[in-house]
């Protein structure tokens, strides 16, 4: 566009350079302009040097305990967690993950909110303790991992949560969110993978590492760093002001920082160390004792051992945690005990030598009482059972080698219990001899006849026809339509288009005669339009006598008109169909009439070189 021709102020910078299109309604300031409009400034506050990050002092030994203690908190969050779901835990969602309805149950076993029930799971996911079954119906369950992670040391189950989510991809805190489709992001759901992630954390463990020990720093002023280190814009830069603050408080619900400070493990941890040996003095030594009250209550002072705190976990309830764990016994923990195969001698004995003080009365007397009351019922599977008035056939049934294969076991001398379905039983019965009857629960005999099976309601199938449907009339009134307006478009004459006003006239290319192989016929006008064709005879007959016989003329003459020639101004006759000149004595044109040798009256044939013949009936 021409700078005259602007009419607008966008056309007017385009014409002029300071705008470049960049799309039919899009334009872009070039980089030069937006540098000379902000005075050469490519940034809008020039730091050379990067922020400072203002250090706040504290003890490092405290920052170590605390760092410690709730390191140890950590994986005692991931045991108990994962103990809940150690027969089975909750479902998985078609599209993955876990339902906020099971997020909240868990948030509330652990005593704490969705968002970090959430980080706990995810955490358990990362580091391969938690994983779907796979069955048909998926259900999320501890994996075999998660016994060998037992069996370790607590700082070295310590370290393994931290560098898995040192070098995790997922966020948790994204649960809750929108994705770009309007999904809710599920927890342990598929989409919680950022790869920007544990580049993010590394940074921000970094600066922290930068300090003295036992410093700490403003998140306002490490997250100034992180934008000095490395710019980032739009929707990039919002997920880095979200992450920032995730990951602190990851870190410290996790151990690695304590007051906002990195801990001496943490630093371990970041450089790749061994963290748990500058953990494991740290951690509080494992009890073998705990103190049991006459409040049917015991106190662990500090963390219990595994035998110990595997036994209180069965037989008691946790009633608080903290500093002290506090389990109180209750009659269904107890009868859970003794469910799980521990009498009540051994109960009896256990609490006794791993308790500092006596073993209360009344918790002696509570499990004597459930221990009476334990087992007087007995419940168990049966398929199918046998009844008889005489306990003989019984007898004889359970001593005939021909029904070891049915799992008889006598329960009374007229019943008898079968581990098999009762259709076998009837089965192998009649087989032996004998005539037995079935029986519903209620002991009623059932007569035996062949049941009917009907499907579901359905309708009869339509019959299909053998050509095509019948069209309906809308559909006739539209085809009809169709063609009317068909048959109305081709009779409409078409006109070309009017060339614009002003504009030159085109002219078809010239070519040579030699090229096109055509002749410029004497009288006309060489290398007009004219020229290239061949004047028409106004007669078909030679005026000579003796002349052979030209080809009769067609029967319908068409009209022609007189008309001066461009080149000599004589006369000639132009034909209404063809719009040519027709000038006398001039053969008619032929498409092919100079491609071609033509056969002479006498032979010879005329070409090129030879004597262009005269007429009809000349000689050569």
Request: positive net charge.
């Amino acid at each position: 566009m021409r700078a005259s021709e602007a009419t607008t102020g966008v056309q007017w910078l385009l014409a002029r350079g300071l705008l470049l299109p960049a799309g039919p309604r899009t334009v872009v300031l070039p980089r030069e302009v937006a540098l000379h409009l902000r005075g050469g400034r490519a940034h809008r506050e020039l730091q050379p040097e990067p922020p400072a990050v203002t250090a706040v002092a504290h003890e490092p030994r405290t920052v170590d305990g605390m760092a410690a203690g709730q390191a140890f908190t950590a994986v005692r969050t991931a045991e108990e967690l994962l103990a809940r779901w150690n027969t089975g835990g909750p479902p998985v969602l078609r599209a993955g993950g876990l339902s906020v309805r099971e997020l909240r149950r868990t948030a509330a076993a652990l005593e704490t909110d969705d968002r970090t029930a959430a980080f706990w799971l995810d955490l358990c996911f990362a580091a391969g303790l938690l994983a779907s079954d796979g069955d048909a119906d998926e259900r999320w369950a501890p994996t075999p991992g998660y016994d060998e992670w037992l069996r370790l040391a607590p700082e070295d189950r310590w370290e393994h949560l931290a560098r898995a989510w040192l070098a995790g991809t997922r966020v948790p805190g994204l649960v809750g969110s929108k994705d770009s489709r309007g999904r809710v992001l599920a927890p342990l759901g598929p989409d919680l993978d950022r790869p920007l992630a544990p580049e993010l954390r590394r940074r921000l463990l970094g600066l922290l590492a930068e300090l003295p020990p036992g410093a700490s720093a403003d998140r306002g002023a490490l997250l100034a760093r992180l934008r000095w280190d490395r710019p980032l814009r739009g929707a990039a830069e919002d997920f880095r002001v979200a992450v920032t603050g995730w990951t602190a408080d990851e870190a410290e619900l996790l151990g690695v920082t304590g007051r906002g400070a990195l801990s001496g493990h943490g630093r371990a941890l970041l450089a790749g160390g061994r963290a748990a040996g500058d953990l494991a003095p740290l951690l509080p030594e494992p009890l073998d004792h705990v103190l049991l009250q006459a409040d049917l209550t015991a106190v662990a002072p500090g963390p219990l051992r595994r035998p110990l705190a595997d036994l209180l976990g069965v037989a008691a309830e946790v009633e608080s945690k903290g500093g002290a764990t506090v389990y109180r016994f209750t009659p269904e923990s107890v009868r859970r005990a003794l469910d799980a195969g521990h009498g009540a001698v051994d109960l009896h004995a256990f609490l006794a030598r791993h308790s500092r003080t006596p073993v209360p009365q009344p918790l002696t007397y509570l499990i004597d009482d459930v221990a009476r009351r334990h087992g007087r019922l007995r419940v168990g599977a049966a398929s199918a059972y046998l009844r008889c008035d005489d306990p003989a056939v019984l007898t004889e049934l359970l001593a005939d080698r021909r029904c070891a294969g049915l799992g008889l076991r006598r329960l009374a001398p007229t019943a008898v219990a079968a581990q098999c379905p009762p259709e076998r039983l009837l089965e192998v019965l009649r087989e032996l001899g004998h005539a037995p009857a079935a029986e519903s629960a209620e002991g009623d005999v059932l007569i035996a006849r062949e049941d009917v099976y009907r499907t579901p309601p359905r309708s009869a199938p339509t019959p299909v026809a053998s050509g095509p449907p019948a069209p309906d009339e809308a559909l006739v009134e539209a085809a009809l339509k169709a063609i009317r307006a068909g048959d109305k478009a081709a009779t409409v004459r078409r006109r070309p288009a009017a060339p614009p006003p002003g504009a030159a006239p085109v002219r078809p290319p010239r070519t040579p005669g030699r090229r096109s192989r055509r002749r410029c016929w004497p009288g006309r006008r060489c290398g007009s339009a004219a020229s290239t064709r061949r004047a028409r005879p106004a007669s078909t007959s030679s005026p000579r006598s003796g002349s052979r016989a030209a080809p009769s003329p067609p029967t319908t003459t068409p009209r022609t008109r007189s008309a001066p020639s461009p080149c000599t101004g004589s006369p000639v006759r132009l034909n209404s169909r063809t719009n040519r000149h027709d000038a006398p004595g001039r053969r008619p044109p032929s498409n092919r009439a100079d491609h071609r040798p033509r056969a002479s009256p006498r032979g010879v044939t005329a070409g090129r070189g030879a004597p262009r013949d005269r007429g009809a009936g000349s000689r050569t």
